[in-house]
């Protein structure tokens, strides 16, 4: 059983930044598609970003590309978010082993194995 922790969520005005961390058991996260999801009351769950640690391709959201950046330094993968709006408040889970690491399946739910806890994140005045 993989074991995914997340961790580096808090509080932070708009235009703020914040970084999360996400750590897994054994060596998933250096041979397989690992990725970080939200999910806001009320919404579906939405990927955000993914890296394919072979390829060490990236993937984001439109609605995050250039303001957050995904990446990955050992055994840690990192969600580096900068100016933050309202919109990003979530709970923010790591999600690895995923068996598409592609530009049509990263996002995929489905796709990942192996979930950790959340950590949440809140955008406000």
């Known amino acids: 059983q993989v074991h995914v922790v997340e961790s580096g969520g808090g509080s932070v005005q708009p235009g703020g930044s914040l970084s999360l961390s996400c750590t897994a058991s054994?060596?998933?996260?250096?041979?397989?598609?690992v990725a970080w999801f939200r999910q806001a009351p009320g919404k579906e769950r939405e990927g955000v970003a993914a890296?394919?640690?072979?390829?060490?391709w990236t993937y984001y959201a439109d609605s995050v590309r250039g303001r957050f950046t995904i990446t990955q330094a050992r055994d840690t993968v990192y969600l580096h978010m900068y100016n933050l709006k309202t919109d990003d408040s979530a709970m923010y889970y790591c999600?690895?082993?995923?068996?598409?690491?592609?530009?049509?399946?990263?996002?995929?739910?489905?796709?990942?194995?192996?979930w950790g806890q959340g950590t949440q994140v809140t955008v406000s005045t």
């Open positions: 999600a690895a082993g995923g068996t598409d690491c592609t530009d049509s399946g990263w996002s995929r739910t489905t796709s990942y194995p192996h």
């Open positions: 054994g060596d998933v996260l250096d041979w397989a598609c």
């Open positions: 890296r394919n640690p072979s390829l060490r």
